[in-house]
């Protein structure tokens, strides 16, 4: 067991997301049946139109009767711990009470830390040494729900993750900006990229905020988009 890297895989999504959306957005506005409209379901580039058009205007009831669910390896307490604070989000996650971590313990280095030999190498010694008291405590019989205590922000983590397609946006739109650390980033990228792959036309909502509202909200811009203070400047000189 030792320096473990991220993998995501998309588990579970429905085969027919675009007609089940596009069914709750006609069935808003049409005099037919919910089944009728789904039944009666125009080809693809139709149903894109109504249900962006839909989208568009905010009308998100329609996108959450899509579910997702995500298999997530080897993720680092700290990305698990931001990532649970969604609270539309599903969660069955690997416990450190159940589980006995055996020999050294999977863990994920940041890449700042990774990238300084120095530093790296200490990172190292540090979790050979917590290893090493984890398993002393292990074999003196102390649960390891209790030994757990002194594993680190970086031991790494594994779990399932199941979430509705309005609440997938949303983690895109706030986890992919570079304000969220890059551990998190690089998780949402890889499930908003294993979703883009069976359904293309989500990509220009799966993206950070900014992208969406077009300027930044955020105290400390990375200045890819125009501040929203400095864009309601140039509106009222207009
Ligand atoms: C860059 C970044 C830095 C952060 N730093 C910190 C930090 O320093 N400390 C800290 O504690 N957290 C921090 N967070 C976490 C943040 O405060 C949120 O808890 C987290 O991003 C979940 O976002 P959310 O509440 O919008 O989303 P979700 O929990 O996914 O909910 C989605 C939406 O549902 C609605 N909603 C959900 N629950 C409620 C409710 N109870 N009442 C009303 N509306 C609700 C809201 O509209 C919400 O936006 C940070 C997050 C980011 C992205």
Not at 82 to 96: G, I, N, W
Not at 160 to 184: D, K, P, W, Y
């Amino acid at each position: 067991m030792a320096k473990q890297t991220l993998s995501v895989e998309l588990i579970s999504m429905p085969d027919n997301m675009l007609k089940t959306i596009y069914t709750a957005c006609k069935t808003c506005y049409s005099a037919k049946l919910p089944y009728e409209n789904y039944l009666n379901a125009p080809d693809e580039e139709k149903m894109l139109e109504l249900i962006k058009r839909v989208i568009g205007s905010g009308h998100y009831s329609t996108i959450e009767h899509i579910q997702l669910t995500f298999a997530i390896q080897n993720v680092s307490r700290a990305c698990t711990h931001q990532l649970v604070r969604h609270r539309h989000m599903s969660f069955s996650q690997k416990s450190q009470r159940y589980v006995k971590e055996k020999g050294e313990f999977d863990y994920i280095i940041p890449k700042t830390i990774e990238k300084n030999p120095e530093l790296n190498k200490k990172f190292e010694e540090f979790i050979k040494l917590t290893s090493n008291l984890y398993q002393e405590f292990i074999e003196a019989n102390i649960p390891a729900e209790d030994a757990r205590s002194i594993l680190p922000n970086a031991a790494a983590s594994s779990l399932v993750a199941s979430l509705n397609l309005r609440e997938l946006i949303h983690l895109a739109n706030l986890r992919l900006c570079t304000r969220a650390q890059l551990e998190i980033r690089m998780l949402v990228g890889a499930m908003v990229n294993e979703v883009i792959k069976k359904e293309p036309w989500l990509k220009p909502y799966l993206v950070p905020k900014c992208e969406r509202l077009g300027y930044c909200d955020e105290d400390k811009s990375c200045g890819k988009m125009p501040v929203k203070e400095e864009l309601l400047k140039t509106v009222q000189t207009v």
